[in-house]
């Protein structure tokens, strides 16, 4: 009887740590986006510093760039804003160059639009940057870039990145994304797969708020 006693505590002290482990990775999975994430109503959508075009296809991050725009304004719930203006939120897109080194360009006026025209779900938005736009991280912590386009071997993903920053901060991007999403495509148009998995991050986030008091 002892013995029978002793190998079931043994077997009830073996499986409990299995059992918290699969706990801590049930809170892992469904915890939730900070609140000025979910309360913010305005973005800027960005291509990452350190994105580099590749050479077959050298507007490929701008691409990017206005078809997370587009697929914002289609949600409605973020309003997209030009360079220069204050948002609550910091979206840099990177588009992967479907390899882990490969040539790109970077520098030139090729990611620059003093103005935008983009047609949406509910009408034609139309924008200009204001001003100069300020830097989104510190100039003295990264490397000084020249006026014309250079070509260089980049290493990076070889697929398609969408961070969110808050961009409450001086220096946004030089922070850590407070969400981030990797795929293949996952910029392209018509789908735009990474801003429908940032929607439901953030509906998923808002169901594990904890009610209202009446």
């Known amino acids: 009887m002892r013995a029978r006693l ?9 499986v409990s740590p299995a059992l918290n482990a699969k706990d801590k990775d049930k809170d892992k999975k469904k915890s939730s ?13 960005v291509i990452h510093p350190d994105a580099g075009e590749p050479l077959h296809q050298p507007t490929a991050n701008a691409t990017a760039r206005e078809n997370v725009e587009q697929a914002l304004m289609n949600w409605g719930r973020l309003q997209p804003v030009m ?4 948002a609550d939120l910091v979206i840099a897109v990177r588009t992967g160059t479907g390899r882990m080194v490969g040539p790109t360009v970077k520098g030139g006026p090729i ?4 103005t935008v025209m983009q047609p949406t779900d509910t009408g034609i938005r139309i924008g ?7 830097p989104l991280n510190d100039p003295g912590m990264s ?3 020249g006026g014309g386009p250079r070509i260089s071997n980049e290493v990076g993903s070889s697929e398609d990145s ?34 429908e998995q940032f929607r439901k991050a953030i509906a998923e986030s808002e169901k594990l708020k904890p009610p209202k008091n009446p």
Not at 6 to 14: D, E, G, H, Q, T
Not at 83 to 86: K, T
Request: charged share 20%.
């Open 6 to 14: 002793s190998w079931f505590l043994l077997l009830i002290l073996l």
């Open 33 to 45: 986006l900070p609140e000025l994430v979910l309360r913010a109503r305005t973005v800027l959508v």
């Open 83 to 86: 360079d220069g203006q204050v």
């Open 111 to 114: 990611d620059t639009r003093p």
């Open 128 to 134: 200009a940057q204001q001003g100069h736009a300020p």
């Open 143 to 145: 490397s000084p870039r």
């Open 162 to 195: 969408f961070e969110v920053y808050l961009g409450t901060s001086q220096y946004p991007l030089d922070s850590s994304p407070v969400w981030r999403y990797v795929a293949r495509d996952c910029l392209r148009a018509p789908t735009v797969s990474a801003v």
